[in-house]
């Protein structure tokens, strides 16, 4: 599933904006933009801790190569819902190892969200633990690829075709067939 708004154009959007007021409503109008959080999904499994407001995540694994991550995410309240659209840019669709080594701190700082929503700081550190644990425990459960602990076997090649020309004169065309001249 593609994302709602992809993380360059948010960025763009917030580094048009300098009033706090604009960029909390543009928080609000991205996470709007959210697809609807499935009900089987916001168990309390699926629950983040930590936050005020209620949030459910959940990801599931998109086969590769290269392996993948889709998350997907839901809160009661729209702030929240808008710190989830940002998440969910940054760290949907790519591997374990592109998620944990993102620099999230720098994208908040980049979009200033620490000073936009300080009372929701808690929550978002717990949601960013999250993501960045599903994805370690993704990558730890990745098969290793196999080591060849032994030679390959030697296959013999096919007779060129001047090599097979010289042998049918010869008589023998190189399928084990005597054949006689005429």
């Known amino acids: 599933m593609p994302l709602a708004v992809p993380l360059h154009e948010i960025r ?4 048009d904006l300098d009033d706090p007021v604009d960029r909390t409503t543009y928080l609000i109008e991205v996470g709007r933009t959210l697809p609807p959080l499935a009900d089987q999904l916001k168990t309390e499994e699926n629950r983040v801790l930590g936050c005020q407001a209620r ?3 959940s ?3 998109r086969p590769g190569p290269p392996r993948t991550l889709e998350f997907f995410a839901d809160s009661d309240a729209q702030i929240v819902k808008g710190l989830i659209a940002v998440l969910l840019a940054a760290y949907s669709e790519k591997t374990p ?8 701190d720098k994208l908040f700082s980049e979009l200033k969200l620490p000073a936009l929503v300080p009372m929701r700081s808690n929550g978002l550190t717990a ?3 999250r993501i960045q644990s599903i994805a370690k425990l993704a990558a730890d459960s990745q098969p290793s690829l196999p080591v060849a ?10 007779p060129r075709a001047t090599d097979a020309a010289a042998e049918c004169a010869g008589g023998s065309c190189g399928d084990g067939i005597k054949r006689e001249r005429s």
């Open 12 to 15: 763009d959007e917030f580094a």
């Open 55 to 57: 949030v459910w995540l």
């Open 59 to 61: 990801a599931t694994e």
């Open 97 to 104: 190892a592109e998620i944990v080594a993102f620099p999230i």
């Open 127 to 129: 949601m960013v633990r």
């Open 149 to 158: 602990t032994q030679s390959l076997p030697l296959v013999p090649l096919k």
